[in-house]
T-cell receptor, first 114, second 117 residues
Framework: NAGVTQTPKFQVLKTGQSMTLQCAQDMNHEYMSWYRQDPGMGLRLIHYSVGAGITDQGEVPNGYNVSRSTTEDFPLRLLSAAPSQTSVYFC?????????????FGSGTQLSVL | AQTVTQSQPEMSVQEAETVTLSCTYDTSESDYYLFWYKQPPSRQMILVIRQEAYKQQNATENRFSVNFQKAAKSFSLKISDSQLGDAAMYFCAYNWNYGGATNKLIFGTGTLLAVQP
């Protein structure tokens, strides 16, 4: 049982480049989300999805784009990378998205933007 | 807006001893959930324990227990019989329950726990 799989684990970009962080889960979870983790700031919600075809913004959505075409996949796109997007990115999922549900996290993607 | 505060950036404990990590939160809601997540050096986020605000009884999970003080908006984590594997960053998190898909956690800034042999 793979759980939540994120790729790549590490990535270095130049300012202005674009890339997609991949996230896939095999638990048939309806709810998926993306967080970024920065030193001294904890984790902050970027975007989330409550099901295929439905996405919404979190606390820090600017500079990021998402789509949810299948239940399993929830990619995060950086359209024009900036140094401020240097961070560790986590994808997380839960069964229905209820507030008391355990979130299952991927192992993270460490992104550096030069 | 809801906020979560962890005032201890770093803590240290001797192996087999007990340590308490502090967390306070600010909310005007009465129905919510609180969590402690552990992040070891592997970077994997692991749920340690959760508490429903409507339950007065403090949650426990083996060596981990919480002291939930709703009126004081305090949610501390106690780790008993500390083990080397407990060394990690610990995050306190809050989630408001408004009945929909609300799994949008608000995290504190974390407490880095070192366990000395």
């Amino acid at each position: 049982n793979a759980g939540v799989t994120q790729t790549p684990k590490f990535q270095v970009l130049k300012t202005g480049q674009s890339m997609t962080l991949q996230c896939a889960q095999d638990m048939n979870h309806e709810y998926m989300s993306w967080y970024r983790q920065d030193p001294g700031m904890g984790l902050r919600l970027i975007h989330y999805s409550v099901g295929a075809g439905i996405t919404d913004q979190g606390e820090v959505p600017n500079g990021y784009n998402v789509s949810r075409s299948t239940t399993e996949d929830f990619p995060l796109r950086l359209l024009s990378a900036a140094p401020s997007q240097t961070s560790v990115y986590f994808c997380a999922s839960s069964y229905r998205g209820a507030g008391n549900e355990k979130l299952f996290f991927g192992s993270g993607t460490q992104l550096s933007v030069l | 807006a809801q906020t979560v505060t962890q005032s201890q950036p770093e803590m240290s404990v001797q192996e087999a001893e007990t340590v308490t990590l502090s967390c306070t939160y600010d909310t005007s809601e009465s129905d919510y959930y609180l969590f402690w997540y552990k992040q070891p050096p592997s970077r994997q986020m692991i749920l340690v324990i959760r508490q429903e605000a409507y339950k007065q009884q403090n949650a426990t999970e083996n060596r981990f227990s919480v002291n939930f003080q709703k009126a004081a908006k305090s949610f501390s984590l106690k780790i008993s019989d500390s083990q080397l594997g407990d060394a990690a960053m610990y995050f306190c998190a809050y989630n408001w329950n408004y009945g929909g898909a609300t799994n949008k956690l608000i995290f504190g800034t974390g407490t880095l726990l070192a366990v000395q042999p």
